[in-house]
């Protein structure tokens, strides 16, 4: 049994829409998910750390004894953590930090006209929340990238929750805790789910220790539907990252990929979650029948058979024949993928052309999976083809640009028939009078 279905556009001349149509794509249903989560966000919101730790014991088979993380359990956390994995996450922390150096814009000043200014100046936001799963899989490498643009931004004070785990004694995982630890992040919440994104964007009066928790102005970090349900839900009270779907990778490859290597990394997110989606984009079918020989080599070997092959075979993965690369692009282009690998002859020049994607990946030693943890780039990417409009987390994602604007009299007289002009048009003369009367003696 094959695991990647084939679509053959070759031949077939498609608009936009049909294209968009034709492309494999994960189905979730997140207004289900909202209806499902809107009595508990509602819960927490009134009743605060009560409603959570029930919800903790409800769905996490745990209930912390309070929902603070203590800094003995942090620091104890990372003193007892493997050196091997210490030194890896110091390693993943150093290269996303130099990365987000990168991504600091400065103070931009532009003289409109003399005496003229309109300043843009970039501002942190104040306080954040972040989210680390901690389901399928215990996602340390989450906690550095949320945390890392967001300290490098310049953000003041940043809370982290992650699930109690009830091997743990309803504390989060000790690799996230040491995590945290590493980083210098000291309010850590041992709350997951809905009720982590509700607690963080309402607040608790008391955490079950007679502490406070202060309501965040930002909330980010991945999760399942119903974390992505709830995050909708509180996104007029608090600002969101996105509703991140499941992940995806997409590959454009020719005939002189390494079929062993396309193989991996479509396996790579697939390990994921059964909904994960695989696309290979390619225009040598050759390569597909390559593929699926190592995908039969390499699939029952993985520790997590079962859920590759059921995201292989899902509706949301395939393999897609294209004419030529131009036709690849296409399609690439409009699907919009999460990550997408380049494995082509000539790869820096074919992803130049890509205009659509969370993080691209070129050449035959840039996998996906170099990006989840050491490339330096960040792993927070937009999903569901949203990287047509937003693009992935980032030190921006934690600044805002406020206009600062400085007239004198001069500047503002050679203004004047214009911004009166236009409210007399827009039926607001009140606008225009208040120019007005900075001329009258």
């Known amino acids: ?82 050196p091997a994995i210490r030194a890896a996450l110091e390693d993943a922390i150093s290269r996303v930090r130099a990365v987000s150096q990168g991504d600091v814009r400065s103070e931009e000043r532009v003289q409109v006209v003399p005496g003229g200014i309109v300043t843009q100046r970039w501002v942190p936001v104040r306080r954040v929340g972040l989210y680390a799963p901690g389901g399928r899989a215990v996602l340390p490498s989450s906690v550095v990238m949320n945390v890392v643009p967001a300290q490098v931004a310049g953000v003041e004070q940043i809370v982290l929750a992650s699930p109690p785990q009830k091997e743990f004694g309803g504390l989060p995982h000790p690799t996230v805790l040491a995590a945290c630890a590493l980083l210098g992040v000291t309010e850590v919440i041992a709350a997951g789910g809905a009720q982590a994104i509700a607690v963080l964007a309402h607040g608790a009066p008391d955490l079950g220790d007679g502490t406070v928790l202060d309501p965040v102005d930002l909330i980010t970090g991945p999760g399942n539907v119903y974390v992505v349900a709830a995050k909708r839900l509180v996104s007029s009270r608090v600002g969101i990252d996105a509703e991140a779907g499941p992940t995806e990778i997409a590959i454009l490859a020719d005939s002189s990929a390494d079929a062993r290597f396309v193989a991996a990394d479509l396996i790579s997110q697939a390990e994921h979650d059964p909904l994960a989606a695989s696309i290979l984009v390619t225009d040598d079918a050759p390569l597909v029948a390559r593929v699926e020989e190592q995908l039969a080599l390499q699939v029952p070997d993985a520790l997590h058979a079962e859920r590759i092959a059921e995201a292989l075979r899902g509706r949301q993965s395939g393999a897609i024949l294209v004419e030529d690369m131009d036709r690849g692009l296409e399609v690439v282009n409009s699907y919009g993928a999460e990550h997408l690998e380049i494995q082509t002859r000539e790869a820096a020049a074919v992803a130049a052309r890509v205009s659509n994607a969370g993080a691209v990946f070129v050449g035959d030693h840039s996998p996906v999976s170099l990006g989840d943890y050491a490339a330096g780039s960040n792993h927070v990417l937009p999903t569901g083809g949203t990287s047509r409009s937003t693009g992935g987390l980032g030190v921006q994602t934690f600044l805002r640009g406020i206009h600062v604007v400085e007239y004198d009299r001069t500047a503002l007289e050679g203004a004047r028939a214009t911004a009166t002009t236009l409210a007399v048009a827009e039926g607001l003369p009140s606008h225009g009078r208040a120019v007005d009367i900075r001329f009258e003696d």
Do not use: N
């Not at 997140?30 to 919101?45: F, G, K, T």
């Not at 929902?67 to 942090?74: G, H, I, K, N, S």
């Open 1 to 82: 049994m094959t695991y990647l279905a084939v679509t053959d556009l070759r031949g077939q001349t498609l608009t936009p829409s049909e294209l968009a149509a034709a492309l494999p794509r994960a189905e979730v249903d997140v207004e289900s998910a909202v209806a499902a989560v809107r009595p508990l966000v509602e819960d927490v919101a009134h009743r605060g750390a009560a409603a959570v730790l029930e919800a903790s014991e409800r769905f996490d088979g745990v209930r912390p004894a309070h929902l603070r993380v203590p800094q003995a359990e942090l620091d104890r956390a990372l003193a007892e953590l493997d």
